[in-house]
């Protein structure tokens, strides 16, 4: 099973299981605005980016699928799975609210992803790394596009500055999931396959930190962060409802093609 | 100020070597962000290794009307093709 340490199980096969739920998950999320957003501009925009997620999702989800052996590809994990089996951050399952919460979180997603990919590229296992490598130049753009949008809406005018500041204030207690470590990521950090994700802390937090200062936001204090997403504990109530909306085409028609 | 995004003319560079084409318009607030605009919506297909964007207002263009007075002249100026030349094999593709 994809998601929770399980004896006998490639780690390499959660780790995967989570990247590629993450990337899914976004990238469903980020195309629910295809035709709605705000300009033609961002509209493309947030399409290709989409797109960029759902590709490297299938590349996660069918090396989680290999690894796993139980013969599920990327199109099995990612449409016939409950909510309860999804192990993507809570953060990108959020709905997707106005422009501001969307870009927000984005940046907040971005920031992070461009560490990690960073790290996993140096993986000891060659398809992690080559899969990290193949996204990170994709993720080194949604992190530029992403970040300076934020920048450019929290220093902007009132109307956005407070918007984005309301969005700040929701999406930041689903920040400390992205470094919260579990026997698997120890497992993995201790074989060089994957970087302890508590050692992405430091640069990441400082790189958001950079952007909310040049965008003139401030987070909030928070004193338990929002988690389960990863680890399997919990999800929002929001997961179920966009995977219904996503799966139900082969829920209906089981392996329907075309 | 005008609430609208200012309009962009947008050149795209499809291979080291060739020149920059005109391949379009959009709209940003900036010129940074309407590179990053014109990458997203005239090069997802692989059209492009370089983009320069310029604002539309800092085009300046020849006035339709004018097109007799400019274009008409050169129309029975064949001699001004070089086509009434032997081109020497050494010479290869032009």
Known sequence: ?258 | MSDEWPLWEVFVRGRHGLSHRHVGSLHAPDAETAIRNGRDVYTRRNEGVSIWVVEARHISATAPGDKGPLFEPSEDKVYRHPSFYDIPDDVGQM
């Open chain 1, 1 to 258: 099973m994809v998601g929770g340490p399980i004896a006998g199980v490639d780690p390499v096969a959660i780790l995967a299981g989570r990247m590629g739920d993450t990337a899914l998950v976004l990238g469903h999320r980020i195309s629910e605005w295809c035709g709605l957003a705000p300009a033609l501009e961002e509209d493309i925009a947030l399409a290709n980016t989409a797109l960029d997620l759902i590709g490297q999702a299938k590349l996660w989800l069918d090396l989680a699928g290999a690894r796993e052996g139980l013969g599920r590809d990327a199109d099995g994990l990612a449409y016939l799975r409950d909510a309860w089996d999804f192990r993507n951050l809570l953060l990108v399952e959020r709905p997707n609210g106005d422009f501001g919460d969307t870009i927000l979180r984005q940046a907040l997603f971005d920031g992070w992803h461009v560490q990690l990919l960073a790290g996993l590229r140096d993986s000891r296992d060659e398809q992690v790394a080559a899969i990290a490598a193949k996204a990170s130049k994709e993720a080194a753009y949604h992190w530029q596009r992403s970040r300076e949008t934020v920048i450019a809406l929290g220093d902007g005018t009132e109307e956005s500055h407070a918007r984005m500041q309301a969005a700040l204030v929701r999406a930041w207690p689903f920040v400390g999931e992205m470094f919260e470590s579990d026997e698997t990521d120890a497992a993995l950090s201790s074989a060089g396959i994957a970087p302890a994700p508590a050692t992405l802390s430091t640069s990441v937090m400082g790189a958001f930190e950079e952007m909310l200062a040049e965008a003139t936001l401030r987070a909030p204090e928070v004193s338990r962060w929002q988690t389960g997403g990863r680890s399997g504990r919990m999800h929002t109530e929001h997961l179920g409802h966009m995977l219904s909306t996503m799966q139900w085409l082969q829920r209906a028609y089981p392996g329907c093609d075309w």
